[in-house]
């Protein structure tokens, strides 16, 4: 569990993040992603790998990464005879 794969700020793009883990009142305790670049912080969460999941879910990023790679497939010609189907 301690090397889960964090993603790049969202914010500004840096490499620079880790996680944080807080002991508030009462005892509870919650932790969440820091930016040491921007100082952006991710979602509060109960477990370090909720925490971990909600900062390296991106919707938006990941269906338009998903879209270009599809157009990309879609419009996809042969080097060689520069067709779309080939047998190359």
Same mark, same amino acid.
């Given at each position: 569990?301690?090397?889960?794969? !964090?993603?790049?700020?969202?914010?500004?793009?840096? #490499?620079?993040?880790?996680?944080?883990?807080?002991?508030?009142?009462? +005892?509870?305790?919650?932790?969440?992603?820091?930016?040491? #670049?921007?100082?952006?912080?991710?979602?509060?969460? !109960?477990?370090?790998?909720?925490?971990?999941?909600?900062?390296?879910?991106?919707? !938006?990023?990941?269906?338009?990464? +998903?879209? !270009?790679?599809? #157009? +990309? +497939?879609?419009?996809?010609?042969?080097?060689?005879?520069?067709?779309?189907?080939?047998?190359?």
């Amino acid at each position: 569990m301690s090397n889960l794969h !964090l993603r790049p700020c969202p914010f500004c793009g840096s #490499e620079d993040v880790g996680t944080n883990f807080t002991i508030g009142k009462f +005892q509870v305790s919650w932790w969440n992603i820091y930016c040491f #670049e921007c100082r952006a912080t991710g979602p509060t969460e !109960l477990t370090k790998y909720i925490a971990v999941t909600s900062w390296n879910t991106r919707k !938006l990023e990941d269906r338009l990464v +998903q879209a !270009l790679e599809a #157009e +990309q +497939q879609d419009n996809y010609r042969c080097g060689t005879c520069h067709k779309h189907e080939c047998s190359h």
